[in-house]
Protein backbone atom coordinates (compact mmCIF):
# COMPACT_ATOMS: atom_id res chain seq x y z
CA UNK A 1 0.00 0.00 0.00
CA UNK A 2 1.48 3.33 -0.98
CA UNK A 3 2.02 5.55 1.69
CA UNK A 4 3.49 8.93 2.56
CA UNK A 5 4.20 10.60 6.02
CA UNK A 6 5.33 14.00 6.83
CA UNK A 7 6.97 14.84 10.22
CA UNK A 8 8.90 17.50 11.69
CA UNK A 9 6.60 20.16 11.92
CA UNK A 10 6.17 22.53 14.84
CA UNK A 11 6.56 25.85 16.57
CA UNK A 12 9.17 28.25 15.59
CA UNK A 13 10.20 31.71 16.21
CA UNK A 14 10.85 33.95 13.39
CA UNK A 15 14.12 33.56 12.44
CA UNK A 16 13.98 29.85 12.90
CA UNK A 17 14.86 26.93 11.05
CA UNK A 18 12.63 23.41 10.79
CA UNK A 19 13.03 20.06 8.87
CA UNK A 20 9.96 18.57 7.70
CA UNK A 21 10.24 15.01 5.87
CA UNK A 22 8.25 13.19 4.04
CA UNK A 23 8.69 8.97 4.28
CA UNK A 24 7.54 6.41 1.61
CA UNK A 25 6.09 3.12 2.39
CA UNK A 26 5.08 0.53 -0.17
CA UNK A 27 6.73 1.68 -3.17
CA UNK A 28 10.26 3.63 -4.42
CA UNK A 29 10.18 7.54 -3.62
CA UNK A 30 12.93 8.40 -5.79
CA UNK A 31 10.91 7.14 -8.89
CA UNK A 32 8.17 9.46 -8.36
CA UNK A 33 7.38 13.03 -8.98
CA UNK A 34 7.79 14.75 -5.62
CA UNK A 35 5.73 17.96 -4.49
CA UNK A 36 5.75 19.77 -1.35
CA UNK A 37 3.12 21.81 -0.76
CA UNK A 38 1.39 23.85 1.63
CA UNK A 39 -2.07 25.67 3.02
CA UNK A 40 -2.24 28.56 5.80
CA UNK A 41 -5.67 28.64 6.96
CA UNK A 42 -8.39 30.39 4.66
CA UNK A 43 -6.26 30.12 1.91
CA UNK A 44 -5.56 27.77 -1.34
CA UNK A 45 -2.75 25.51 -1.30
CA UNK A 46 -0.09 26.43 -2.84
CA UNK A 47 3.02 24.64 -4.65
CA UNK A 48 6.60 25.14 -2.29
CA UNK A 49 8.92 22.85 -4.52
CA UNK A 50 8.60 19.65 -6.96
CA UNK A 51 11.72 17.00 -7.93
CA UNK A 52 11.02 15.10 -10.63
CA UNK A 53 14.12 13.14 -11.06
CA UNK A 54 17.64 15.73 -10.78
CA UNK A 55 15.73 18.41 -11.52
CA UNK A 56 14.20 20.95 -8.86
CA UNK A 57 11.64 23.18 -9.49
CA UNK A 58 10.50 25.88 -6.61
CA UNK A 59 7.17 27.35 -7.65
CA UNK A 60 7.80 30.84 -5.74
CA UNK A 61 11.65 31.63 -5.78
CA UNK A 62 10.88 34.92 -5.09
CA UNK A 63 8.99 34.60 -1.98
CA UNK A 64 11.41 31.57 -0.56
CA UNK A 65 14.39 33.66 -1.53
CA UNK A 66 16.85 30.62 -0.64
CA UNK A 67 15.40 29.87 2.40
CA UNK A 68 14.26 26.24 1.65
CA UNK A 69 16.83 23.60 1.11
CA UNK A 70 15.49 20.37 -0.79
CA UNK A 71 16.75 17.13 -0.59
CA UNK A 72 16.94 13.12 -0.94
CA UNK A 73 17.65 10.54 1.50
CA UNK A 74 17.21 7.59 -1.23
CA UNK A 75 18.43 5.00 1.67
CA UNK A 76 15.52 6.09 3.89
CA UNK A 77 13.35 6.90 1.20
CA UNK A 78 12.39 10.17 2.44
CA UNK A 79 12.32 13.65 1.27
CA UNK A 80 13.33 16.62 3.60
CA UNK A 81 12.55 20.40 3.15
CA UNK A 82 15.19 22.28 5.22
CA UNK A 83 13.92 25.55 6.28
CA UNK A 84 15.43 28.54 7.18
CA UNK A 85 15.04 32.09 8.07
CA UNK A 86 11.17 31.18 8.78
CA UNK A 87 8.39 33.70 8.82
CA UNK A 88 4.95 33.91 10.29
CA UNK A 89 3.86 33.97 6.70
CA UNK A 90 5.42 30.67 6.23
CA UNK A 91 2.87 29.43 9.05
CA UNK A 92 1.30 26.66 7.22
CA UNK A 93 0.17 22.62 6.68
CA UNK A 94 2.85 21.39 4.82
CA UNK A 95 1.69 18.38 2.52
CA UNK A 96 4.12 15.90 0.55
CA UNK A 97 2.35 14.53 -2.91
CA UNK A 98 3.77 12.25 -5.61
CA UNK A 99 2.68 11.99 -8.95
CA UNK A 100 3.99 10.06 -12.57
CA UNK A 101 5.52 12.48 -14.68
CA UNK A 102 6.49 15.83 -15.04
CA UNK A 103 6.30 18.61 -12.30
CA UNK A 104 2.75 20.11 -12.47
CA UNK A 105 2.06 23.92 -10.45
CA UNK A 106 -1.53 22.79 -10.38
CA UNK A 107 -1.95 20.20 -6.47
CA UNK A 108 -4.77 18.14 -7.84
CA UNK A 109 -2.04 16.61 -10.72
CA UNK A 110 -0.71 14.83 -7.70
CA UNK A 111 -2.33 11.70 -7.11
CA UNK A 112 -1.07 10.60 -3.58
CA UNK A 113 -0.85 12.71 -0.33
CA UNK A 114 0.46 12.56 3.05
CA UNK A 115 -1.74 13.61 6.18
CA UNK A 116 0.56 17.09 6.53
CA UNK A 117 2.40 18.25 9.03
CA UNK A 118 1.61 21.66 11.07
CA UNK A 119 4.43 24.46 10.63
CA UNK A 120 3.83 27.48 12.91
CA UNK A 121 6.16 30.43 12.66
CA UNK A 122 5.20 32.84 15.81
CA UNK A 123 6.82 34.73 18.71
Known amino acids: QLQLVESGGGLVQPGGSLRVSCAASGFTLETYTIGWFRQAPGKEREGVVC????????YTPDSLGGRFIISRDNAKNTVNLQMNNLKPEDTAVYYC????????????????WGQGTQVTVSS
Open 97 to 112: AVKDGHCSSNYYDFGS
Open 51 to 58: VMSNDVYW
